[in-house]
């Protein structure tokens, strides 16, 4: 391998490495900014909990966001926290007022 040919690879396998390691933290902080602006109060979130409830305040400077989870609970939770927004239509679970049946356990032995 002559002088040029090495540098040109020195020179590639470093801008391969560059970007394998810079890329993923560019499409993270996009993906951030992103739903920081996607995020209303009064949207319906989930959380990485598994809590879904809806948004009361944000406020991405002290890092605080209240999820309001039922009449009078209301809960404190880090931005980061929030999984994404959940439309109604999306919901899978159906609460004990809307009519779904409530299976209970046989205990005939």
Do not use: C, Y
Request: aromatic share 4%; glycine share 12%.
């Amino acid at each position: 391998m002559d002088q040029g040919s090495g540098l040109l690879f020195w020179g590639v396998l470093i801008v391969v490495m560059l970007a394998l390691t810079l890329l993923p933290r560019w499409m993270n902080r996009r993906r951030r900014n992103q739903r920081k602006e996607e995020l209303q109060v009064g949207d319906r979130v989930l959380t990485i909990g598994g809590l879904i409830g809806e948004l009361t305040h944000i406020d991405f400077e002290d890092n605080i966001a209240r999820v309001k989870l039922a009449e009078g609970v209301e809960i404190q939770i880090m931005p980061g926290a929030i999984s994404g927004k959940r439309s109604d239509q999306t919901s899978g679970a159906r609460d004990a007022d809307d009519g779904g049946a409530v299976v209970e356990a046989d205990e005939t032995e």
